[in-house]
Every structure is written in C-alpha cells, then in structure tokens.
C-alpha cells in the first residue's frame, strides 16, 4: 500500500497543470465556505462580547431591541433597588440607565448617510464595561453636552474627530475623546450623558437598564420576581445573551446564503475533481494493468486513487485555508437589522472553523474521485494491458 500511494501522489505532480486547476478549484470553494463561517463568527463574537457575565439588561417586554424598548423612571428605580445588584464604592447601586437612539450620520468616504447608535449612559454606566478604554481625548463629563466615540464611528464618519461637532436632538455635541471596546458592538457607537441624551431627544422614559449582579448565580431568582411584578412589564435577561440574540437574524442569513452558495460551488468543484480522475484513469490504464498482474488487488486499487482524490482535496484545503485567513485582516460594517445602525466586525477564524473546513475539503475530494476510483478499480487485467 505505501508503494500505491507513493505512486498516486507522484502522478499528481506528474501532472501539474492538471492537478493545480482541480486543486485550484477546490481552493476557492475552500476559501469561499470558510471565509463565510468566519464572517458568521466574527459576527457573533463582536456581539456576545459587547456583553459582561455578570451584568442583567432590562428592556420592555417583548421590545426585541433597545431601540424599541422603553423603561420607565420609577421601573428603573425598582430595578436599581432588588437586593441582587451589586452595590459599588460609596454605597452607590452598580446600575445605569440608558437611553438608545438613532441619528444619521454621513461616511466619510461616501458622503452616504448611514443610521449610527447614539447611547446615553449613567454614572456607573463604565463601570459595567470594563472593556471600554479611551485612546484618544478623554471620556465625556457627566451633565455636560460633551461625547465620546467608538473607534469604528471614528474611522468612517464625518464630524466624530477630536474637537469636532455632531448635532443632532436639536444641540450640538461636542467629541472629546475616542474609545475602544475591544471589538465589541460599542466600538459602532456615540456615547454621552445619559440624562442629557432624555433631554435632548424629548424622552420620558430609558431604553434600557444595566445593572451588574452581586451574585451571577443570583439571576435566577431575580428574573422571575422582576418578570412577574405587574407594575413592570419588563424583561431581565443576561447581558451576554441578549446581545447574542441580537446576532441571530443576521447569523441565519449568513448562514444559510453561505450553504447555498458552497454547495452550489462544490458541486462543481466535484465535478472538476472526477474530471480530472477519469482522465488520469484513462490515461493510466496500462499502469493500472501492470500494476494488478504484479499482484495488487483491484480493493488496494481504489484506495490508491482515493487517496490520490483526497490529496487533492487537502491540497485546496490549505490554499483556501490560506487565503481566507487573510480576510482576518479586513474590518467590514454592515447594518444590524436589528437595531437598524452601522456594525462594523472582523472575520474571525476559529479552530472549529478549520476542523469544519477540513472535513468539507477532504469529502468534496473523496466524492469528486470514488466513481474514477471505482472504474480503475473494475479494469480487467487483460484489457488494460491491452490498452498499452
């Protein structure tokens, strides 16, 4: 059997123009179906980081986004006082109200006017978001008409660098410093005063309410007391899981596009692959003679060419492999058809993503070359030898 493969993998560098433009194919349904798992990755991992573990977030029920959610001040005070929040330096409730809305605000390149999530936060509103750290400028003042920027909104908008003014709720802001979210969906917004932002925008009632548990463990039996207080209306779920909620529409589309247009690619990549065998068998059928009247047998026949269609296969793995890695390199923004603002996000590449990758590789090779396997295999010895 060493022999036999020793033989099949010779004959593909034998043949290297053939074997490249299979590979070659291969190679881009590879890249194609990989760079799709890590944009879906990249997605999910941009949005469940915007979320700590042990922070809650309270929206109106069934509102689906902070957008559309609206959270009353005397809601928001019960909120702040169940025994399972936190309690800060200085006795103060680890809690923040926030207010989320949306302006539109031209790209810089473009000039096209793109929706941009403006968030107004409470004092402990940092606190809960460790993640944040200010690059550039300095963090906005409480009670003040100053803003800070996530990176992101600082790369591609206009009127978001230092010094500059944003105008929108009938005022205009000022930007005094850039933030970084560590990759976070915050890194795509606005942020200033919370009670400034009510203010400004003419509202009643908060978005949203953040808090940070005591106890995470404690969940559990916070969110059914708060879930049935019929004065409330409301619902508590983990931070890190409504973000991710947040992600499925856009997770499923992403999906589901990405499978359609694998599998339409690979279908022709398989077909490529048997193209490319039948031809090698055709044009080996002497050898494959030869090599059955020295004794192999026709089963060590087809896994001979098996292997050889599976080495094809690992070949585009790696070449595809490759070239999707580069794509982590690219930071691309779209709308979250969630909350209807700007996303921007990086494709991420994860070690379940090439095991996936692998196995797709390895099984469009296997599928492209059993049936010229199975040929080869059927030749008669006689038959091929008069081929010579």
Partial sequence: MPILVAYSVRNLWARKFTTALTAGGMALVV????????????????????????NILVTRRSSGTEIQSGVARAQAAIIESQPEIAIGP????????????????PKRNTGVPTNVTVRGVGLQGLTLRP??????????????????????????????????????????????????AGGSAFD?????????????????????????????????????RLESDPRLTLDVKR???????????????????????SVIFSVGAMIGAMITMY??????????????ALGF??????????????????????VGLALASAMQLVQISTMN??????????????????????????????????LPAVRAARLKIVDALRAA
């Fill in 90 to 105: 200085g006795g103060v409730r680890m809690a923040s109200k926030e207010v989320v809305v949306l302006i539109t605000q």
């Fill in 131 to 180: 993640q944040i750290r200010v690059i550039s400028g300095r963090m906005f003042r409480p009670d003040s008409a100053e803003i800070a920027v996530g990176r992101s909104i600082a790369e591609r908008f206009n009127g978001t660098g230092i010094g500059e003014r944003l105008r929108f709720g009938g005022r205009d802001w000022t930007v005094v410093g850039v933030f970084d």
């Fill in 337 to 370: 058809w969630q909350s209807f603002s700007e996303l921007a996000f990086r494709f991420t590449l994860t070690p379940k993503i090439v095991w996936k990758s692998l196995v797709f590789a390895l099984v469009m090779g296997l599928s492209g070359g059993f």
């Fill in 279 to 292: 031809a090698a068998v055709a044009t080996r059928t002497s050898e494959i003679g030869v090599l059955r």
């Fill in 239 to 261: 931070e890190q899981t409504f973000y991710e909620e947040q992600s499925q529409v856009m997770s499923n589309f992403i999906s589901y596009l990405g499978l359609t247009l």
């Fill in 297 to 318: 047998r026709r089963g060590s026949i087809l896994v001979a060419f098996l292997v050889e269609a599976l080495f094809l296969g690992l070949t585009g793995w790696v």
């Fill in 188 to 224: 795509s917004e606005v942020w200033g005063d919370g009670e400034q932002m009510i203010q400004a925008f003419r509202r009643t009632a908060f978005s949203s309410v953040a808090a940070r548990l005591a106890d995470p463990s404690r969940f559990d039996a916070l969110k059914p």
């Fill in 31 to 54: 890249f194609v179906f990989t760079a799709v798992m890590m944009l879906d990755a990249g997605l999910k991992k941009t949005l469940v980081a915007t979320g700590q573990p042990n």
